[in-house]
């Protein structure tokens, strides 16, 4: 069981950054992939990056190259870093948790853990 509390949101404008962080408690976070997923308003969750247990990456390609994920298994923490913010980021972020199999084109039902989220704007 793991329980995920995110943080770090906020309101920037286009060009900004802002970094989340989503802190873990419970056991086995170290053996989870580890992700950040978004949904706008109308629209349905979307993955945004995902990391598995060793450090592995993958990004959804609308945030290549602009958000970095990375994960502190000593502090059992997720972090996004967001760069170059643009006012399509704007929306809810959650970090959710997972079996070690999972990667950013995997479904989101297939995470078993998610927090409560943390709002993002980016006004233009």
């Known amino acids: 069981q793991v329980q995920l509390v995110e943080s770090g949101g906020g309101s920037v404008q286009a060009g900004g950054s802002l970094r989340l962080s989503c802190a873990a408690s419970?056991?086995?976070?170290?053996?989870?992939?580890m992700a950040w997923f978004r949904q706008a308003a109308g629209k349905e969750r979307e993955g945004v990056a995902a990391?598995?247990?060793?450090?592995?990456?993958s990004y959804d390609d609308s945030v290549k190259g602009r958000f970095t994920i990375s994960r502190d298994n000593a502090k059992k923490t997720l972090y996004l870093q967001m760069s170059s913010l643009k006012p399509e980021d704007t929306a809810m972020y959650y970090c959710?948790?997972?079996?070690?199999?999972?990667?950013?084109?995997?479904?989101?039902?297939?995470?078993?853990?998610w927090g409560q989220g943390t709002q993002v704007t980016v006004s233009s």
């Open positions: 419970g056991y086995g976070y170290s053996t989870y992939c």
């Open positions: 959710a948790a997972g079996p070690p199999e999972l990667w950013i084109g995997s479904d989101a039902a297939d995470f078993n853990y």
């Open positions: 990391i598995d247990s060793v450090g592995g990456t």
